[in-house]
């Protein structure tokens, strides 16, 4: 599984920004995806996850009511929509896959983007 995730950029504080992560392969309902971050001088962190079918999904407090995860099976990609955007949101945000059940730990997950880049200034 390949994995390309895209859509990051430079937002002001309160704005909106959606990421894409399109997969390869022909599996790709079977396998749960996720999206961490990672900021400056931090360690990698969960940050939303959603089921194969996407009829399951969960966040991490930080981002839960503000973040949303979704996906289109028919087009092999995940989504990350962002809203009210804080300067502490700034990361680079990575999709991942694995199969089985959500996880929110990064060593659970097999496959990843190669991370695309958030700023967020205030």
């Known amino acids: 599984v390949q994995l390309q995730a895209s859509g990051g950029g430079l937002v002001q504080a309160r704005d909106s920004l959606t990421l894409s992560c399109a997969a390869s392969?022909?599996?790709?309902?079977?396998?749960?995806m996720a999206w961490f971050r990672q900021a400056p001088g931090k360690e990698r962190e969960f940050g939303a996850a959603?089921?194969?079918?996407?009829?399951?999904?969960y966040y991490a407090g930080s981002v839960k009511g503000r973040f949303t995860i979704s996906r289109d099976n028919a087009k092999n990609t995940v989504y990350l929509q962002m809203n009210s955007l804080k300067p502490e949101d700034t990361a680079v945000y990575y999709c991942?896959?694995?199969?089985?059940?959500?996880?929110?730990?990064?060593?659970?997950?097999?496959?990843w983007g190669q991370g695309t880049l958030v700023t967020v200034s205030s």
């Open positions: 392969g022909r599996t790709f309902s079977s396998y749960v």
């Open positions: 959603i089921s194969g079918s996407g009829g399951s999904t």
């Open positions: 991942a896959s694995r199969q089985g059940t959500m996880s929110t730990f990064r060593k659970a997950y097999d496959y």
